[in-house]
């Protein structure tokens, strides 16, 4: 079984979602199925329908996130010695070589990226060019507009 590698915070949200899913949302379908099914028939039942497809979905993820927390591999950016290397979890400042915009992003796991946020996916072509780089290196990404160039600025782990 593969790790999932999440920060301290990603873990917790999942957690969080996972509490809500089980207290909120997986009570209240069981309870929108007993009204459904206290309609009568329920060949031609439209709640009743929608309630079981809402329980598929909420018991489905609900598999899902026991299933990444339990495989989880939950890394405090704040601990990490990576020597100044963009690893997993650290919150890089790039500049683009071409035209001086410099932005900051943190990288996480897929579960956690949010680009709003400034947080990239590990799996993310930007992310997966700036592992290993050190302040001052240059990454070079592929780009649906074709090889973008970015300048290291700084590496934290915050």
């Keep these: 079984?593969?790790?999932?590698?999440?920060?301290?915070?990603?873990a917790e949200l999942l957690r969080q979602e996972l509490h809500n899913l089980?207290?909120?949302?997986r009570p209240s379908v069981i309870n929108a199925i007993s009204e459904a099914r206290a309609q009568g028939d329920l060949?031609?039942?439209?709640?009743?329908?929608?309630?079981?497809?809402?329980?598929?979905?909420v018991e489905g993820r609900i598999q899902e996130l026991e299933f990444k927390l339990g495989s989880a591999q939950v890394i405090d950016p704040k601990t990490?010695?990576?020597?100044?290397?963009?690893?997993?979890?650290?919150?890089?400042?790039?500049?683009d070589v071409n035209n001086g915009d410099v932005v900051t992003y943190q990288?996480?796991?897929?579960?956690?990226?949010?680009?709003?946020?400034?947080?990239?996916?590990?799996s993310s072509p930007i992310a997966r060019a700036l592992i290993g780089?050190?302040?001052?290196?240059?990454?070079?990404?592929?780009?649906?507009?074709g090889v973008r160039e970015?300048?290291?600025?700084?590496v934290r782990y915050i």
Excluded at 43 to 57: H, L, P, V, W
């Design 1 to 10: 079984m593969s790790k999932v590698p999440l920060t301290v915070f990603g």
């Design 22 to 25: 089980k207290t909120v949302e």
């Design 43 to 57: 060949s031609e039942n439209a709640e009743y329908d929608a309630a079981k497809e809402r329980q598929a979905f």
């Design 80 to 95: 990490i010695n990576a020597d100044g290397r963009a690893v997993f979890g650290a919150t890089v400042i790039l500049e």
């Design 107 to 122: 990288i996480v796991g897929d579960d956690e990226a949010d680009i709003k946020k400034c947080k990239i996916s590990i």
């Design 133 to 145: 780089k050190y302040a001052g290196d240059i990454a070079e990404v592929q780009a649906p507009g």
């Design 150 to 154: 970015y300048e290291v600025v700084e």
